[in-house]
């Protein structure tokens, strides 16, 4: 049996903690695209919840949004209050997410991160969003994402 990645072990307490019911699925590759993790899944693109992480002048900005939409930055920037958002680098991504970019998770953080979700994904029963790890997803709903990241609702494009 293979050991589990630390970043899996410590999403699957987190997720726990904050009362979380889905499933973690670890894929036998790299799921690091919305379109990969959904072929894999057997699910729409859309049912999949990308953790996008900006940098809004320092601070860490996270934009759930449904794997079948892009985020226009100029026009999110507006609708939440922030100067500019840049796509954040991977130093940045791992600093405030302890996380690697293509498996970064709504939750799990070192500190609390202001987070945003694009109300598309209400669409699905089941969404899913990365566990901790490129190869890492786990099953919820819209409803509790949001109770477990406490998102507020944005159009993302």
Same mark, same amino acid.
């Given at each position: 049996?293979?050991?589990?990645?630390?970043?899996? &072990?410590?999403? @699957? !307490? #987190?997720?726990? @903690? @904050? !009362?979380? *019911? !889905? =499933?973690?699925?670890?894929l036998p590759d790299s799921v690091h695209t919305a379109a990969l993790a959904a072929a894999a899944l057997g699910c729409e693109v859309g049912a999949i919840a990308n953790s996008l992480?900006? #940098?809004? #002048? !320092? =601070?860490?900005?996270?934009?759930? *949004?449904?794997?079948?939409?892009r985020v226009d930055t100029v026009a999110v920037a507006e609708r939440i209050g922030v100067? $500019?958002?840049r796509r954040a680098d991977p130093d940045f991504v791992r600093r405030h997410t302890g996380q690697v970019i293509g498996g970064v998770s709504p939750i799990d953080h070192p500190a609390?991160? $202001? &987070?945003?979700? #694009?109300?598309?994904? @209400? $669409?699905?029963p089941v969404v899913w969003a990365a566990a901790g790890h490129p190869s890492a997803v786990f099953s919820t709903t819209f409803d509790e994402l949001v109770a477990m990241t406490g998102a507020v609702e944005v159009s993302v494009d």
């Open positions: 049996m293979a050991i589990e990645h630390a970043s899996i &072990t410590s999403f @699957r !307490g #987190d997720l726990s @903690r @904050r !009362g979380g *019911t !889905g =499933e973690v699925v670890i992480l900006f #940098d809004a #002048d !320092g =601070e860490p900005v996270l934009i759930l *949004t449904s794997g079948a939409h100067a $500019r958002l609390p991160v $202001r &987070t945003w979700i #694009d109300p598309w994904l @209400r $669409r699905h």
